[in-house]
């Protein structure tokens, strides 16, 4: 069983940018497909950004691409999110996820352990 925690999340200006980093315990991240997914409130839970198993190979919701960046830091045992020109759209509760298939799941459903989430709130 794979803990995750995330962090990073804050409140920031419009145009600014924001790092996550979701730390894993119990297992290495490079034997995970790891997801980042975002809530904001009365919406559903939406697929960001993942990495594959191993490889490294990340894929992206297509509203993100460009903005969203997914990479894994073997030393720390983190997966990271990049997220640059922030607007108050991205305003959301961020979760990361690992599964244990080897291509990253977009489907919440397909994802078995999750963290708690961290609030990013984006000011106009």
């Known amino acids: 069983q794979v803990q995750l925690v995330e962090s990073g999340g804050g409140l920031v200006q419009a145009g600014g940018s924001l790092r996550l980093s979701c730390a894993a315990s119990g297992r290495t991240v490079s034997n995970l497909a790891m997801g980042w997914f975002r809530q904001a409130p009365g919406k559903e839970r939406e697929f960001v950004a993942a990495?594959?198993?191993?490889?490294?190979?990340?894929s992206y919701a297509d509203a993100m691409k460009g903005r969203y960046t997914i990479s894994r830091d073997h030393a720390k045992n983190t997966v990271d999110l990049q997220i640059h020109i922030l607007t108050p759209e991205d305003t959301a509760v961020y979760y990361c996820a690992a599964s244990l298939t080897v291509v990253p799941p977009t489907r919440p459903y397909e994802y078995a352990s999750w963290g708690q989430g961290t609030q990013v709130t984006v000011s106009s």
């Open positions: 990495i594959s198993r191993g490889g490294g190979r990340a």
